[in-house]
């Protein structure tokens, strides 16, 4: 399931998603059709523009394999972004220089905001462990978890955030920025781990275990 395929569904339906159509970007316009297709539909949806099964169902789409939840979809248009390479699109996005401060918590910060239009960031996103703090926290991975990770010392306050997109026996599977310098996926040791968070006004938490799965992905050690 796609942002893409729920947007050409509300097309079809009349709502309105601006110039760009299906360009598989949760941004406000889609958000806003979301919110007014559940509203039309009398829809229960304890935050309405989140896109879950309920949602999914009413507009007669099969939901039949795993619904990645659309901020993973909107991390995911950042892919393969250098801090210096892309210096100009990044640091737009961002709205900091990436090349001189360490940007894995803006990066989810950014993501989150413009997916999760209500949900509360830390008091400061920067801050890699401050997202200790952020929604409510869950005991096992699972796509699109917040997770973070201490970087130095465990008892230090350098740390590292990304979003979990799978894992393996011995590691995380994280899309996050600041990844060699740049946006990626990559491999973190599950002994790194301080925590998982989920957002607080996002669909339910996925119910049962994350399968483990591979990846071609190199492991970070360091995302300074």
């Known amino acids: 399931m796609t942002v893409a395929e729920i947007q050409r569904a509300l097309l079809a339906r009349g709502y309105d998603l601006g110039p760009m159509g299906a360009d598989n970007a949760l941004g406000r316009l889609t958000i806003a059709a979301v919110t007014a297709f559940q509203k039309a539909e009398k829809l229960d949806i304890l935050y309405p523009g989140t896109i879950g099964p309920k949602t ?36 737009k996005a961002l709205r900091l220089d990436a090349s001189e401060i360490p940007w894995c918590g803006a990066f989810v910060g950014m993501v989150v905001a413009a997916t999760l239009p209500r949900e509360v960031l830390p008091v400061n996103p920067l801050g890699a462990r401050n997202w200790l703090k952020f929604g409510s926290e869950i005991k096992e991975p699972q796509i699109g978890a917040v997770a973070v990770f201490w970087r130095g010392t465990k008892s230090g306050w350098s ?12 590691h995380l599977h994280i899309l996050g920025g600041n990844q060699s310098d740049s946006v990626s996926v990559a491999r973190i040791a599950k002994d790194r781990l301080l925590g998982y968070r989920w957002p607080r006004t996002a669909p339910d938490v996925p119910i049962g275990k994350l399968a483990l799965s591979t990846i071609n992905a190199s492991v970070t050690t360091n995302e300074a």
């Not at 099969?62 to 699109?89: C, F, M, N, Q, T």
């Open 159 to 170: 740390g590292h955030v990304g979003f979990v997109v799978g894992h393996d026996k011995t």
């Open 56 to 91: 999914i169902a009413a507009l007669g789409l099969s939901a039949a394999g795993p619904v990645a939840p659309p901020w993973i979809a909107e991390a995911r248009r950042y892919l393969g972004l250098h801090e210096r390479k892309d210096a100009a699109r990044l640091d």
